[in-house]
């Protein structure tokens, strides 16, 4: 993968709010699980029937319309291989592959500010990215990406709850997209489902060309594990489990899978905290001034201003690693924060307010 979606230089200890993780962890029955594995469940090729119907049982799908991935990371790039892939050509010889700027690439839309593997997958495929600005609320532009949909358009990747904004996409504006692209995919991004009630899954059944792609990283802590979820119609999703190795998640993700869904206290325990730590972070910035936007995941965006940068080198300085979005469109002046366990969100913000008064 290129230019946006690189790995997070490594930071060594601190308070790790720059990545939505799960700053509470796994559930203790995944380590239970893990630790319950034995020398030949790592020696043979894993079935994944059993955690396929778990999975599917627990999202209230038929197991045909559910693809487990390594990560949702892998869910993205497969609807890229699967819908955006230039004819390769002849099998020897030099393939006239032209500028990704080629206009009759297959053309992948996005919304900004949105997750870079978006754009990254569809320039890894040969496709052509068009972006679609933000409107200065960052609310969805509906009519914009509409407006974007060429006879070449492929894929629309959208996110619901945003991030780095935390907005919903209205069901209304998902199912306008996929009228108007009858012959493409729609990828809804819910990566952040779990910590909002507003989902996308129950309403695939009269759109047969979106598909929902969810993590198991955020809400249920197996971000290391690198598990997540494609849901739609069974012949797209078939479609798109070709693009993919057949071998692609490891035993130890399955069965910390089969694990984490089994214990539901422990994520109804996690979501509480972060609506608490969302509650914080909001009195905070209302006291301070700092506008942000209402979250429906586990993070919150705030707009800081011209500091942002400083302000996160300042937090970084103290080992505590917030997100600067500010070079996002949009997004100027405005750090990401991760919401999760309160206490960690308290020394944030605490340490935020000093920074943020030592500055003024
Ligand atoms: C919107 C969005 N989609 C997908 C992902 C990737 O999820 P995974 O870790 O399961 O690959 C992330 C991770 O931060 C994300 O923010």
């Not at 900004?112 to 609310?139: K, S, T």
């Not at 996929?178 to 910590?195: H, K, N």
């Not at 979106?210 to 290391?224: D, E, P, S, W």
């Not at 300042?314 to 206490?343: H, K, M, Y």
Request: proline letters at 7%; hydrophobic letters at 45%.
């Amino acid at each position: 993968m290129s230019s946006q979606y690189q790995r997070e230089p490594e930071l060594g200890d601190g308070l790790r709010l720059h990545l939505n993780e799960n700053t509470g962890g796994c559930s203790p029955k995944v380590i239970e699980a893990l630790r319950a594995l034995s020398p030949m469940d790592a020696a043979i090729y894993p079935d994944y029937g059993r955690v396929n119907d778990v999975c599917a049982a627990y999202l209230g799908v038929d197991p045909a319309r559910l693809l487990l991935t390594n990560g949702l990371d892998e869910g993205i790039l497969a609807a890229a291989i699967a819908y955006l892939q230039r004819d390769p050509g002849p099998a020897t010889g030099r393939r006239d592959a032209g500028p990704v700027s080629d206009t009759s690439a297959p053309e992948g839309l996005i919304a900004e500010p949105c997750f870079g593997m978006y754009a990254d997958c569809i320039e890894a495929v040969g496709g052509r990215i068009v972006r679609v600005a933000p409107p200065p609320d960052l609310a969805f532009p509906l009519d914009a990406v509409l407006a974007a949909i060429t006879p070449r358009t492929r894929v629309i990747y959208l996110t619901s709850p945003g991030n780095p904004t935390g907005l919903l996409i209205p069901h209304t504006a998902v199912h306008a997209l996929a009228r108007a692209l009858p012959d493409g995919l729609v990828f809804v991004d819910e990566a952040y489902a779990d910590f909002t009630d507003a989902h996308f899954l129950g309403e695939l059944g009269a759109a047969p060309n979106v598909v929902v792609g969810r993590t198991f990283a955020k809400a249920y802590g197996l971000a290391a594990l690198r598990i997540g979820a494609v849901v739609g119609d069974a012949a797209v999703v078939a479609r798109l489990r070709r693009s993919l190795p057949p071998y692609s998640i490891n035993v130890a993700a399955a069965v910390a899978l089969e694990a984490a869904l089994g214990d539901q206290a422990h994520l109804d325990a996690y979501r509480a905290q972060v609506r608490a730590s969302k509650a914080r972070v909001y009195a905070v910035c209302d006291r301070l001034g700092l506008a942000h936007w209402p979250s429906e995941a586990n993070f919150v965006l705030i707009r800081v201003g011209d500091r942002a940068t400083a302000v996160v080198e300042a937090l970084r300085q103290r080992r505590i690693f917030v997100r600067d979005r500010s070079t996002e469109p949009g997004c100027a002046g405005c750090i990401r924060i991760t919401a999760g366990i309160l206490a960690h969100t308290e020394q944030a913000l605490a340490a935020l307010e000093d920074i943020l008064c030592a500055v003024a």
